[in-house]
């Protein structure tokens, strides 16, 4: 298990070079760029500037995991939905072309007037088109566990039975509703067989079980990366080498 950064919010005044400068000195391994942060790579640079970005990352110790896509499908306009499948497809081409191996998409809640066994099959069905897709480009969906109804993670369970796709599975976002009587094992268990990545913010936070987390996780065998999702700081080099320090000390055995 390894440690990597989102650039939402730490990093989010970083430019490319910054980020893959100080993350590198800091001893950070990976970095999830998330849409509209002034790293400025988005869907729509050219193939020249896509290929020059995963060049500086192919010459660092940086590797480049994602992209944070704002793509979601809850919307029941099924125009709505389209265009946000289509935004996310741009950013699975981004990631082809850039050597990342995921995009992440959300679900955001549960419009009025649909039931969430409609939204549920509504999202499912745009994430296994959107698999499609990725599948024969090698790149994952990842369905960030959010949204203030859409975050439990039975709904997210549900949601992936709902898709049903190789291509696509979750990524764990360390919300307080994850916790049962203090415990984040029984959602942990829920969600494990879709887990592809980890966000997690703020370890001083001691309302969160840090340290059951990280056990579950090496107990499951997860070998990918947990990316530091905090708020922002005036020193961030220095936030984040104290961020490093702890994470390393809640994930000893």
């Known amino acids: 298990m390894k440690l990597g950064a989102v650039t939402y919010n730490v990093l989010n005044n970083w430019d490319l070079e910054t980020i893959i400068r100080n993350l590198e000195a800091i001893g950070f391994e990976a970095v999830e760029l998330r849409t509209g942060h002034k790293h400025g790579v988005e869907p729509s640079i050219a193939v020249e500037e896509r290929l020059k970005v995963k060049a500086r990352f192919s010459n660092s110790k940086l590797r480049l995991l994602s992209f944070g896509s704002a793509a979601e499908f809850h919307s029941p306009d099924p125009a709505v939905r389209r265009k946000n499948v289509e935004d996310a497809k741009r950013f699975v081409d981004l990631a082809r072309d850039t050597g990342a191996i995921g995009v992440k998409v959300r679900p955001n809640g549960f419009p009025r007037g649909v039931s969430h066994e409609e939204t549920i099959q509504n999202i499912g069905l745009c994430l296994k088109e959107l698999g499609d897709y990725a599948q024969v480009r090698g790149i994952e969906i990842w369905l960030e566990v959010h949204g ?38 029984q959602y942990f268990e829920l969600l494990r067989p879709w887990i592809r990545n980890v966000h997690i913010n703020e370890l001083a936070d001691s309302r969160y079980p840090w340290r059951e ?12 990366y947990t990316l530091c999702e905090a708020q922002e700081s005036r020193e961030p080099e220095r936030f984040l080498r104290w961020y490093r320090a702890l994470w390393i000390e809640l994930n000893r055995p």
């Open 148 to 185: 203030p109804e859409t975050q439990v993670p039975p709904v997210c369970a549900a949601i992936m039975k709902a898709t049903g796709h190789k291509s696509v599975g979750l990524c764990w976002n360390s919300n307080l509703t994850d916790i049962v009587d203090g415990s984040v094992r």
């Open 213 to 224: 987390l990280f056990t579950l996780l090496r107990a499951s065998g997860y070998d990918r």
